[in-house]
């Protein structure tokens, strides 16, 4: 192992999770605010925060991966239903559109030919 100082302290790489999860400092539950400066950090509300993250029973991280695995497949699944729902939009939007386009064309009155100079001199 190195001698060198890990970049981050555990309450360090929480902050910052806490940060990117919640970049405006709102309250959620089961997490506690950021102390204001100059006040004295609030006791967390388990004893380890780093806790909720580590799980060294391989049966938990199994059923946690199948549970995200159906999170993942449900949300494949929307994304799916979403794309398709836009492809049938723009479909419709180009058929309206063909529709507007041969509408106003056949309503256009046509010109009526003209007569060539050659036939007219004659």
Do not use: C, H, Y
């Amino acid at each position: 192992m190195s001698d060198k100082p890990s970049p981050f302290t555990p309450q360090q790489a929480l902050e910052f999770m806490q940060k990117m999860w919640n970049p405006f400092g709102l309250s959620m539950p089961g997490v506690m605010p950021p102390p204001a400066p100059g006040m004295a950090p609030a006791a967390p509300p388990f004893p380890n925060p780093l806790a909720m993250f580590a799980t060294l029973d391989p049966a938990e991280i199994d059923k946690k991966i199948g549970e995200l695995r159906v999170i993942e497949n449900w949300l494949t699944m929307s994304l799916n239903f979403m794309q398709m729902s836009i492809k049938t939009l723009e479909l419709q939007k180009a058929s309206l559109e063909a529709l507007r386009a041969g509408a106003a064309a056949a309503s256009e009155p046509t010109p009526a030919p003209k007569k060539s100079r050659a036939k007219e001199s004659e």
